[in-house]
């Protein structure tokens, strides 16, 4: 299983603070009226790329920098924040990168991917598909293979959690999206590398419940189906490692509809103007889910993203249901 030590996450946080300036955590009132609790957000939203994913692609590669300098470059699947961290980080070390994303994906997140240098794939109906044409490629063009899932990008990430865990006072519980595990796991290994006893809570869409399933069994369960307009999140075959470390240091793992994504990207705009992509609304629907068992407590949340789609944020904010304080 991964551990990171303090020393592991200082010399990450070094390698991305060159590029990625620490992010801020609020304690919003609104939100703590309507949740019941003290509430803490992570603002990932507002790294130079809009989500927490740049912290792992610029570490991946500072970690396989040798190895990368005199290749025919790398390649990657994606929903889009993952492709832009390594379109990000390619661009920065002046490797080619190219990125497969599914039919059908975010628009604005494909557009922001081919700004930053990357070559756009479009391959198969999900992220699984997208996966596999992209492995096909790395074995067919020599090319690095990049996954989603790796030490180096749990390293990375793990920093948004150590400025978290710095700048909030003694939080009860963070609630994190699980997409392929690498945010949990850095919420976890962080959480484990300063001795602190906050519960971590895994969101995930009943949609696309892989690791809800595999958390239940305490093994890898693969699910036929990632149907929800969370992209972030939309995955149906869960990473072996990330399972085990999930399982080993999780309180539980929350499960959410799309129509209480939607109302959490409608309160967070209201109550703090923040734009949430589905994935980064998640941890909210999910709070306010488990109002009542947080009655009282002080609890993080991940906003990990705001690359949403403006005719997805459009429809969420025009969506019936809005609850009122």
């Not at 551990?3 to 603070?17: F, P, Q």
């Not at 025919?72 to 961290?85: D, F, K």
């Not at 006072?169 to 997409?179: K, T």
């Not at 945010?183 to 869409?205: H, K, N, Q, W, Y």
């Amino acid at each position: 299983m991964l551990k990171l030590t303090r020393d592991d996450l200082d010399r990450a946080h070094a390698v991305v603070g060159r590029f990625v300036p620490p992010t801020p955590a609020h304690d919003w009132p609104l939100l703590a009226l309507r949740c019941g609790c003290e509430v803490w957000v992570k603002h990932e939203n507002h790294t130079r790329l809009g989500a927490f994913k740049v912290r792992g692609g610029l570490v991946y590669f500072d970690a396989m920098r040798e190895r990368l300098a005199d290749g025919p470059g790398v390649v990657s699947a994606t929903r889009g924040n993952h492709g832009q961290s390594v379109a990000f980080a390619a661009r920065t070390n002046g490797v080619r990168a190219v990125i497969v994303v599914p039919e059908g994906n975010s628009v604005e997140k494909n557009a922001a991917m081919r700004a930053l240098g990357a070559e756009l794939v479009v391959h198969g109906a999900d992220f699984q598909e997208a996966l596999e044409h992209a492995r096909g490629l790395a074995a067919r063009d020599g090319l690095t293979m990049v996954p989603s899932f790796d030490p180096h990008l749990v390293a990375g990430v793990a920093t948004y959690a150590l400025e978290f865990f710095g700048q909030a006072p003694a939080l009860d519980a963070v609630y994190v999206p699980i997409g392929l595990g690498s945010g949990i796991c850095g919420v976890i290994a962080a959480r484990d590398a300063l001795g602190l006893a906050t519960e971590v809570v895994g969101v995930v869409s009943e949609g696309a419940p892989a690791y809800a399933h595999s958390f239940d069994a305490k093994r890898p369960v693969s699910s036929n189906r990632a149907d929800t307009m969370a992209d972030g999140i939309a995955c149906r075959v869960p990473v072996p490692d990330a399972v085990e470390i999930i399982c080993g240091g999780a309180d539980r793992i929350v499960q959410v509809r799309d129509d209480e994504i939607r109302a959490a990207m409608r309160h967070y705009f209201m109550d703090t103007h923040n734009v949430a992509e589905g994935a980064g609304a998640a941890p909210l629907a999910a709070l306010t889910k488990e109002r009542s068992r947080m009655a009282g407590k002080r609890v993080g949340l991940v906003l990990s993203g705001g690359n949403v789609d403006l005719p997805v944020f459009r429809a969420a904010l025009a969506a019936e249901g809005r609850a009122d304080i």
